[in-house]
Nanobody, 124 residues
């Protein structure tokens, strides 16, 4: 079993930056593909990026490409989401998720482990 705990959310002005962290328990973290999702009020959960365990490639949707960067530190069992040039429309609860699949997926149903989420609010 893997437990995920996010941190780093908060209130930031438009154009600012935040770095979210997702700490994982368990010894299998290095073999987990990790994804980040977000959910704004009244909207469906949205994929914002992933980093696969095999090769470390990252993937982003167009909505965040060039602004968000995912990285991981397997020694610390932690994955990060660096968010730059934040916009009010980035306001949401951000959650990390893990899967043992060696490929990324935008489908939240393919992720087995989820954190509780952390709120990010971007003011205009």
């Amino acid at each position: 079993q893997v437990q995920l705990v996010e941190s780093g959310g908060g209130l930031v002005q438009a154009g600012g930056s935040l770095r979210l962290s997702c700490a994982a328990s368990g010894r299998t973290f290095s073999r987990l593909t990790m994804g980040w999702f977000r959910q704004a009020p009244g909207k469906e959960r949205e994929f914002v990026g992933a980093i696969v365990w095999s090769g470390g490639r990252t993937y982003y949707p167009d909505s965040v490409k060039g602004r968000f960067t995912i990285s991981r530190d397997n020694d610390k069992n932690t994955v990060y989401l660096q968010m730059n040039s934040l916009k009010p429309e980035d306001t949401a609860v951000y959650s990390c998720a893990g899967t043992q699949n060696p490929y990324y997926s935008t489908n939240l149903r393919e992720y087995d482990y989820w954190g509780q989420g952390t709120q990010v609010t971007v003011s205009s």
